[in-house]
């Protein structure tokens, strides 16, 4: 089934991007710790951090594809050039006036992101130095988002999906020449890292140009005109990028709030890291690819054939993630220390972050259902409902962040986020179901119950094995890594056993997907 093959080619793409994502993050931990360099580097990555992670999971796609696409079946292929030259240069522009708005009124961008660092002028001097590095990476990344686009509504999907693993290879490389050379922790270090961040977006772009001139759809640079498609691009865009990146602006916000107080910002950071693994491999992927899909079926008058693709990605999404949060939230302690707690990350940060990662996991499913069911709007072109949706889950983020930050400091911070997620996920498909746009099938209730009962299974199963497991290692060396290990090789084994004997997952459809996957197979990609 096509839908499962893209969205494993994608998924293993994310997941490839996120696994250099964590070799590099545990560098970070050992040469930067939770401290103040940590800090000032994270909340300058934050903001051009949030647009890479809106953008590439399909929030500006959320505009541009359905309109690409009208026009590349509509009126052929160089009208659907012509339309995304006029998006290039209307974007361009954008982003280059914002960012020369940005580098010269940083100090005061800065006071909006982390207030908190007013308080201690040499963190705060080296966060405006830092986003002023790292701040032109919008630009490049939005870019990106724009050619990732007009190559996955060609049905071209592998380089979008790989082209993420370079910003970390850049990063992995400027960290170990930062140990190498004695400046960690130190502010030369952060500063190396935010040239990486401008260098690695540089790379990214030309790859995806280099992509598009392959596919023969490379649009030029022309003269910016805000033509009847620009108009309706910016209409439909505007609400879309609000509302498909708001788990990433969630975060911003959180940012901001945990600025006030020590070394949160960095827990924060830490905690997001681990579980933006499964949200990426999962959530990036449906957003990417469900999105296409249905708008095609829709344009072509098959209702039925995008409900069903619609409950095969809920599914999908729900079978990887409802497990991965029971995960995160039944053993959060072993998994930040077995990745993390090293060099200037010590265990008593790693405590703290575990109560984070633990409130964010309860969320997870909750993030990925929302990335399932917003492509039912953007497909009927409808990017304002999901946008005022969005709008809801950031005013319960922002109170109950305000309510709880006392009591729980950057727990709290985390809760919020979760809670604001559930309630966004159950309006956008109590409203799509309203519309005719949802229905549940038998399949999915069904598959849905005996997923439960295998991740409940699994994490009493973790719980065990933490239990009788971390004592018996107490000591020795590796003692982490050998605990996590065990872990994630129980809940694999677990899991995946209990998923096919329950037929949670089917083993054909799976194996199938992947044997039309290979690259062998891939050479229209």
Same mark, same amino acid.
Request: charged share 15%.
């Given at each position: 089934m096509s839908l499962i093959r893209n969205f494993l080619l994608v998924g293993g793409g994310t997941g490839s991007s996120r696994i250099l994502g964590f070799g590099r993050d545990m560098l970070m931990a050992a040469a930067l710790g939770a401290g103040p360099v940590a800090d000032a580097f994270f909340v300058a990555f934050r903001l051009p951090n949030l647009f890479r992670r809106i953008f590439a999971e399909g929030a500006f796609n959320s505009a541009f594809v359905p309109l690409f696409a009208r026009e590349l079946e509509g009126q052929g292929q160089e009208a659907a050039r012509s339309f995304a030259q006029q998006a290039l240069a209307a974007l361009t522009l954008t982003l280059l006036v914002?960012?020369?708005?940005?580098?010269?009124?940083?100090?005061?961008?800065? !006071?909006?992101?982390?207030?908190?660092?007013? $308080?201690?002028?040499?963190?705060?001097?080296l966060a405006v130095q830092l986003t002023r590095i790292c701040f032109p990476y919008l630009l490049f990344v939005s870019l990106v988002a724009?050619? $990732? #686009?007009?190559?996955?509504?060609?049905? +071209?999907?592998?380089?979008?999906?790989?082209?993420?693993?370079?910003?970390?290879?850049?990063? %992995? #490389?400027?960290?170990?020449?930062?140990?190498? $050379?004695?400046?960690?922790?130190? @502010?030369?270090?952060?500063?190396?890292? &935010?040239?990486?961040?401008?260098f690695g977006g540089i790379a990214q772009l030309l790859m995806l140009i280099f992509a598009a001139r392959r596919a023969g759809m490379a649009p030029a640079l022309v003269r910016p005109r805000l033509t009847p498609g620009v108009k309706r691009l910016v209409a439909l865009a505007v609400p879309g990028v609000l509302a498909g990146g708001i788990t990433q602006i969630n975060i911003v916000i959180g940012t901001m709030i945990a600025s006030m107080a020590p070394q949160a910002v960095s827990y924060l950071y830490y905690a997001d890291r681990i579980y933006q693994l499964p949200l990426g491999l999962v959530?990036?992927? *449906? #957003?990417?690819?469900?999105? @296409?899909?249905?708008? +095609? +079926?829709? +344009?072509? =008058?098959?209702?039925?054939?995008a409900m069903h693709q619609q409950n095969r990605a809920l599914e999908f999404a729900l079978a990887l993630t409802v497990p991965a949060a029971v995960a995160l939230a039944a053993v959060p302690g072993p998994i930040i220390s077995g990745l993390f707690a090293r060099g200037a990350f010590t265990e008593a940060d790693a405590a703290a972050t575990a109560g984070a990662l633990a409130a964010f996991g309860l969320g997870l499913p909750a993030f990925v259902m929302i990335k399932v069911f917003q492509p039912g709007f953007f497909a009927r072109e409808d990017t304002r409902t999901p946008m005022w949706f969005a709008g809801v889950n950031a005013a319960i983020n922002i109170v109950l962040s305000l309510a709880l930050f006392p009591f729980l400091a950057h727990v709290g911070i985390? *809760?919020?986020? &979760?809670?604001?997620?559930?309630?966004?996920?159950?309006?956008?498909? %109590?409203?799509?179901?309203?519309?005719?746009?949802?229905?549940?099938?038998?399949?999915? =209730?069904?598959?849905?119950?005996?997923?439960?009962?295998?991740?409940?299974?699994?994490?009493?199963?973790?719980?065990?094995?933490r239990v009788l497991a971390e004592p018996a290692l107490a000591g020795m060396?590796?003692?982490?890594?050998?605990?996590?290990?065990?872990?994630?090789?129980?809940?694999?084994?677990? !899991? =995946?056993?209990?998923?096919?004997m329950l037929g949670v997952l089917d083993r054909r459809e799976i194996m199938g997907a992947v044997r039309r996957g290979r690259p062998e197979n891939l050479k229209a990609q």
């Open positions: 914002l960012t020369i708005v940005a580098e010269l009124a940083m100090p005061l961008v800065m !006071y909006v992101l982390a207030p908190g660092f007013a $308080s201690d002028p040499e963190k705060f001097d724009l050619f $990732s #686009g007009l190559l996955n509504a060609l049905g +071209r999907f592998a380089v979008a999906a790989f082209a993420p693993t370079l910003l970390n290879v850049v990063f %992995i #490389g400027a960290l170990l020449l930062i140990v190498w $050379s004695g400046h960690a922790e130190t @502010p030369t270090a952060g500063v190396w890292l &935010s040239w990486a961040v401008f959530g990036v992927a *449906i #957003g990417v690819v469900l999105l @296409p899909e249905l708008a +095609r +079926r829709l +344009r072509a =008058g098959e209702d039925g054939a985390a *809760i919020a986020t &979760s809670v604001g997620g559930w309630v966004n996920a159950a309006l956008l498909a %109590i409203v799509l179901r309203r519309r005719g746009g949802l229905a549940f099938d038998d399949r999915l =209730g069904s598959r849905v119950a005996r997923l439960v009962v295998a991740s409940a299974v699994m994490g009493a199963a973790l719980v065990g094995v060396a590796g003692d982490k890594a050998i605990l996590l290990v065990l872990l994630v090789g129980t809940g694999l084994f677990v !899991y =995946g056993g209990l998923a096919v």
